[in-house]
T-cell receptor, first 114, second 111 residues
Framework: NAGVTQTPKFRILKIGQSMTLQCTQDMNHNYMYWYRQDPGMGLKLIYYSVGAGITDKGEVPNGYNVSRSTTEDFPLRLELAAPSQTSVYFC?????????????FGPGTRLTVL | TQLLEQSPQFLSIQEGENLTVYCNSSSVFSSLQWYRQEPGEGPVLLVTVVTGGEVKKLKRLTFQFGDARKDSSLHITAAQPGDTGLYLCAGAGGSQGNLIFGKGTKLSVKP
């Protein structure tokens, strides 16, 4: 299994441009997540999904959109990039289990908005 | 709003020293996890603690969950340069079990 894969690894955007961060998992996990990580700030939840066709907002959803048409894919869309969206973005997934919530993370996408 | 306070934020020690990282909250969590993250990579799970008072050992790492399930600690014995990284605690809460992350402790172990 490849686990959670993310593309691209790095991207530089100009203010106002749009882009989609791709995330794919091959573990047949129901739950998928998008986080952003800023220096010294830990991970903040942007959006999450509990299964195909179902998405919900996390702590910091403004400026982002998601979709979940399949179990495997959970793309994150930035419509009008702003400098405040400069960050490292991580996608994660987990299967539904009791007694623990282990999440498996992708390698991240480092995004710079200039 | 559930918050997790992690301390210290930075820690720089010599090889062979012991250290403890703390994770505290005023909220109760159904479980708490510790992750380790290396530069340029995503976090990787080290351990999950579920029961109040639980202690888990992973080689030189000892994890403890507070009796009230509001706090946790990570103790490393005889730290090695390979322990260098960002340590994140994360508590599971809410109806969907989403994780709340602390801000992390950046550990540097010098040879």
């Amino acid at each position: 299994n490849a686990g959670v894969t993310q593309t691209p690894k790095f991207r530089i955007l100009k203010i106002g441009q749009s882009m989609t961060l791709q995330c794919t998992q091959d573990m047949n996990h129901n739950y998928m997540y998008w986080y952003r990580q800023d220096p010294g700030m830990g991970l903040k939840l942007i959006y999450y999904s509990v299964g195909a066709g179902i998405t919900d907002k996390g702590e910091v959803p403004n400026g982002y959109n998601v979709s979940r048409s399949t179990t495997e894919d959970f793309p994150l869309r930035l419509e009008l990039a702003a400098p405040s969206q400069t960050s490292v973005y991580f996608c994660a997934s987990r299967k539904t289990t009791s007694g623990g919530n282990e999440q498996f993370f992708g390698p991240g996408t480092r995004l710079t908005v200039l | 709003t559930q918050l997790l306070e992690q301390s210290p934020q930075f820690l720089s020690i010599q090889e062979g020293e012991n250290l403890t990282v703390y994770c505290n909250s005023s909220s109760v969590f159904s479980s708490l996890q510790w992750y380790r993250q290396e530069p340029g990579e995503g976090p990787v799970l080290l351990v999950t603690v579920v029961t109040g008072g639980e202690v888990k050992k992973l080689k030189r790492l000892t994890f403890q969950f507070g009796d009230a399930r509001k706090d946790s600690s990570l103790h490393i014995t005889a730290a090695q340069p390979g322990d260098t990284g960002l340590y994140l605690c994360a508590g599971a809460g809410g109806s969907q079990g989403n994780l709340i992350f602390g801000k992390g402790t950046k550990l540097s172990v010098k040879p």
